[in-house]
């Protein structure tokens, strides 16, 4: 059975950054995608972070701890969610998630 726990969340003020870990129960290679979402209270979880996404948000990973990180710079208290990591199969199709990691930006 496929588990993720998520880690690292926390409060920073506006403009800090934060480090989230999310580590698997099996080699973080294993999946075809490994992707970071996030939830703000009353909205949609929304996609964060992929492996082609660049900008204030970018992913990393490390094959000894599986554990696939998101480096967030420059926060703003509109970053203020739950992150949650996702990974997937393709074939046949999988989805697993984390129960998330609650970031809180203040301004």
């Known amino acids: 059975q496929v588990q993720l726990v998520e880690s690292g969340g926390g409060l920073v003020q506006a403009g800090g950054s934060l480090r989230l870990s999310c580590t698997a129960s099996v080699s973080i290679f294993t999946f075809n995608a490994m992707a970071w979402y996030r939830q703000a209270p009353g909205k949609q979880r929304e996609l964060v972070a992929g492996?082609?996404?660049?900008?204030r948000f970018t992913i990393s990973r490390d094959s000894a701890s599986n554990t696939l990180y998101l480096q967030m710079n420059s926060l703003k208290p509109e970053d203020t969610a739950v992150y949650y990591c996702n990974a997937q199969f393709i074939n046949p199709y999988k989805s697993y998630w984390g129960k998330g990691t609650l970031v809180t930006v203040s301004s």
């Open positions: 492996d082609s996404t660049k900008g």
